[in-house]
């Protein structure tokens, strides 16, 4: 059997809020926002690609600890392409992100440079410049 990916799931005690940041930094597009009968604010999105990023809150009686954005086990990262790096780094900068790592220049291969910048709710993403 051939497996597609359905979804990438966000966690934030803002998910309206984390979500509106995705529009401004990604081109997300939200697709609606509910509160689910677990308690939770459920909002989807979509990156331009297609891609589903849904983005919810706790639900009743749940307790979620931090999020990470250093370098991690488990889900590390959410990578995007960028045209220009060091414009992206700025323009996310301006947008609240804190940059981590990079511009790194990658000496072979597709990828040209690359980045880590921290996002809302402490997620770690990569943005990736290719030749």
Request: charged share 25%.
């Amino acid at each position: 059997m051939a497996y597609a990916m359905n979804h990438v799931h966000l966690k934030s005690p803002d998910p309206r809020g984390t979500a509106e940041w995705y529009v401004e930094a990604f081109d997300f597009t939200i697709i609606s926002d509910i509160v689910r009968p677990v308690g939770d604010r459920f909002v989807k999105c979509q990156t331009s690609n297609g891609i589903v990023v849904n983005i919810s809150g706790e639900r009743t009686n749940e307790k979620l600890g931090q999020g990470d954005a250093e370098p991690h086990y488990g889900l590390e990262h959410i990578g995007f392409d960028v045209v220009d790096i060091k414009a992206e780094i700025e323009r996310l900068e301006s947008l609240g992100a804190e940059l981590l790592e990079g511009p790194i220049f990658v000496p072979e291969g597709p990828i040209e440079y690359l980045g880590f910048i921290q996002a809302p709710n402490n997620t770690r993403i990569e943005i990736i410049q290719t030749r």
